[in-house]
């Protein structure tokens, strides 16, 4: 479902003079179809680069990023931003850490709108939406206020509602846990592994040890590159 | 097919370099924000991408719904014109500029329908309130003259007389300067449901980043005339490759 | 006959470039075509764009019939007549059958026109945009792009404010389905004869300099909505002196108590009715000459 092929990332920092911050070299991750890979590694090792490497937020600067997209493998790191865009619609979902909002867009709507412009009625994605939240511990009377003023834990229970409801064949999760409590790491750890049923990719970041071993089907280990001055 | 498709752009004005080399491409329902400082050029980009403004060097085209390719400065004026009033919309930063102002809300809306040829003045007044609900204007200010408008009023009125024949392709210059930012956060929701729902396509000049990153889902940036850096608008603002670029967003205030 | 004067007043130079915006404006019905104004022993305001286009066009076996505001025997309309007795020697009359040539001023007579006749308006304005877009430029490329929304935009404030269109005099139209035209301040109710007139219609406008012209039987359709149709206004009753119902009407007041009487405007027309005996609840037996 998705394949790298010698992924390298160096950051050139221009306002420091072109300082070259190497972070990846020569990845070569490939993940199946119902499959649960976790990065894992220090801080620093460039989980979270390779995270947005993949879904296409960094640009690659070497090698490729194949997805399977509509039985097609496209390679994020060449393809042109339209084609990128459709491949984050249809087949790459993405669970930031933070949510970044909407201004006066409501909860439930900020849901809603990832089936609707999908194709889904307008009614059954708020019924949809609506749902996945409750199950997520937002409770109805939250669903019509824009989440700009909820909590942390709050703010990501809706980014991952809002990431899972469309089904993406491939997902990538950076720390989907890291500001719940025991009860909403629980509902997570059950949705994932109900998109795992249903053949889904997955991708994660996950310091939670009891989270990571209830999701992971194997390790992928990354070492801070040796070159960093 | 690209929308809009323009090449080795060029214009100079005495010494300055307002366009040096510049490409674009715009496909059907595609946002593409154009960033950069003050005298960056990217005003004048939009003006000659709309028409408005001839280079000196370079060529743009427009597909048309039949799939055909105008050069948009090849065309008659009577040709270009009708553009600008039915396929193309054109938002300015003032209002004021593209408003009637001692003509009514609804008049102002309707007179696009009307240069198109509607003759029917309950249909024209239906669609004018119409539009004014979609726009957040309670319609029993459908008779008021748009000087008793606030400002964030007019320029939603101005999208609704814009948006009221369905264009294709929309250029905006700077919609949401000189609003407060309460305002330009309600207007930059109302111009990105609507810009989604009509699958509108759009070129948007702004300075703020903050608006390319809402409304975008493209951006180039812009310094001294040349596009320096062009991509996926989170790419381009979360991963910036150029000196400039980086300088640019690293300039904005965290909020 | 027209001692001191070239004929009809005008130089022939004058009078040769004034022909050849006729022959434009002619060729190209409803455009304005801008022309040399000269300088008329009378004041702006008082027809001297009309003066000139019927000095260009008046042979020696014409008949000159002016009228203002219907009438024959304003101080305008005697005074024109009289400038062309004296400079060019021509008949003059007051029946519209008889005029070759028509000058008026607010009024199209009620006797259809022939085409034989010739009728040539005053126009103060010819530009009928004026009042909507005070760039004349921005006019100018209006009228070449045929793009005349602003104009029902006027109409649509009008039926959004008065429920209805509430021009009742100088009313837009299109001509030959190609420019917007001033008809000049004739009411409303002239309008339709212009459609389809057989006779050659003249504008001239003498302090804005321009001629425009509608040829015989040119198609001239007011502007209006599909849900709010172009409506003739008239007063509710019929002329008081010949008891005419389809002419137009003018208020009379006749005391200081409420009295009033509405009569023809069209005094020609008025007084040939009451000569064939029709007569009005308030004609009296002695009008009828």
């Known amino acids: ?229 | 097919m690209t929308l809009l498709r323009a090449r080795g752009l060029s214009l100079r004005f005495k010494a300055i370099r307002a366009l040096d080399d510049v490409a674009v491409d715009l496909w059907p329902g595609e946002v593409l924000a154009i960033v950069g400082e003050s005298g960056s050029g990217k005003t004048t980009l939009l003006n000659v991408l709309s028409g408005r403004m001839a280079p000196d060097a370079g060529t743009v085209w427009y597909t048309d719904p039949e799939g055909q390719e105008h050069d948009v400065h090849a065309m008659p004026a009577p040709a270009l014109r009708t553009l600008h009033r039915s396929d193309w919309g054109f938002v300015h930063q003032d209002p004021r500029q593209n408003l009637r102002m001692n003509v009514s809300a609804g008049g102002n809306v309707g007179e696009r329908l009307m240069a198109r040829g509607a003759r029917n003045y309950g249909d024209i007044r239906a669609e004018a309130i119409d539009w004014l609900t979609q726009v957040e204007i309670d319609a029993n200010r459908v008779d008021d003259l748009p000087r008793t408008f606030s400002g964030g009023m007019l320029q939603r009125l101005q999208i609704a007389r814009t948006l009221v024949t369905h264009p294709r392709l929309v250029f905006m210059d700077e919609p949401t300067g000189g609003l407060d930012v309460s305002v330009q956060a309600r207007l930059l929701d109302l111009i990105r449901t609507l810009v989604a729902r009509l699958g509108i396509a759009a070129v948007l000049v702004t300075h703020d980043i903050a608006v390319a990153r809402l409304l975008a889902h493209r951006i180039a940036v812009m310094q001294r005339g040349r596009v320096v850096e062009t991509g996926l608008t989170d790419q381009v603002l979360d991963d910036p490759q150029h000196a400039y670029t980086q300088l640019l967003v690293s300039s904005v205030l965290q909020a | 006959m027209t001692e001191g004067y070239n004929f009809a007043y005008l130089d022939e130079q004058t009078k040769r470039m004034i022909r050849r915006a006729l022959l434009k404006a002619v060729a190209i019905p409803g455009h304005q075509v801008p022309f040399g104004s000269r300088e008329m022993p009378l004041p702006y305001g008082w027809g001297t764009g009309g003066i000139q286009v019927t000095a260009s066009i008046l042979g020696h076996d014409d008949t000159l019939k002016v009228i203002d505001q219907g009438a024959d025997d304003t101080t305008n309309a005697v005074s024109i007549r009289r400038f062309f007795a004296k400079t060019a020697g021509v008949a003059t009359t007051t029946h519209t059958a008889e005029a070759t040539v028509i000058q008026t001023r607010h009024r199209i007579p009620e006797k259809t026109l022939r085409d034989d006749q010739i009728i040539v308006y005053q126009v103060p304005q010819p530009e009928p945009l004026f009042r909507l877009e005070s760039s004349r430029v921005e006019t100018r490329r209006m009228h070449g792009l045929a793009d005349y929304g602003l104009m029902h935009v006027k109409l649509y404030e009008d039926v959004a404010r008065f429920g209805q269109i509430s021009i009742s005099y100088d009313y837009p139209v299109l001509v030959n389905q190609r420019y917007l035209m001033s008809p000049s301040p004739i009411p409303a109710f002239d309008n339709p004869k212009m459609d389809r007139m057989p006779a050659l219609q003249l504008f001239g406008a003498g302090r804005e300099k321009r001629i425009y012209a509608i040829p015989p039987w040119t198609q001239v359709r007011s502007l209006d909505f599909e849900d709010h149709p172009f409506r003739a206004i008239n007063a509710p009753e019929p002329c008081g002196l010949c008891g005419a119902t389809d002419s137009y009407l003018d208020e009379v007041i006749t005391d200081d108590h409420g009295g009033r009487l509405f009569v023809c405007s069209d005094t020609d027309h008025c007084a040939e009715r009451r000569a064939a005996g029709h007569i009005g609840k308030d004609g009296f037996a002695e009008a009828a000459e």
């Open chain 1, 1 to 229: 479902m998705l394949r790298t092929e010698g992924l390298a990332k160096t950051f050139t920092l221009h306002l420091r003079g072109g300082m070259q911050l190497p972070v990846l070299s020569g990845i070569d991750l490939a993940v199946s179809t119902g499959e649960c890979v976790v990065l894992s590694g220090p801080s620093g090792a460039g989980k979270s680069t390779l995270m947005r490497s993949l879904y296409g937020n960094y640009r690659a600067e070497a090698g490729h990023i194949w997805i399977r997209h509509h039985g097609e493998m496209i390679d994020i790191a060449a393809a042109e931003p339209r084609i990128v865009l459709a491949v984050r619609r249809e087949t790459l979902g993405y669970v930031s850490q933070f949510l970044r909002v909407v201004p006066r867009v409501s909860t439930l709507d900020i849901v809603a709108d990832e089936l609707i412009t999908r194709g889904v009625a307008q009614d059954e994605a708020r019924d949809r939406a609506g749902a996945l939240l409750l199950r997520l511990n937002i409770p109805r009377r939250l669903h019509s206020i824009p989440p700009a003023t909820f909590s942390g834990g709050e703010q990501q229970r809706v980014n991952l509602a809002r990431g899972f409801i469309a089904a993406h064949p491939i997902l990538l999760l950076d720390e989907p846990t890291a500001s719940l409590d025991a009860d909403n790491r629980a509902v997570v750890i059950a949705m994932v592994n109900e998109a795992k049923a249903r053949g889904t990719a997955i991708v994660a970041i996950c310091h939670d040890a009891e989270v990571r071993d209830a999701i992971a089907d194997r390790l992928f280990p990354l070492s801070p590159t040796q070159e960093a001055a």
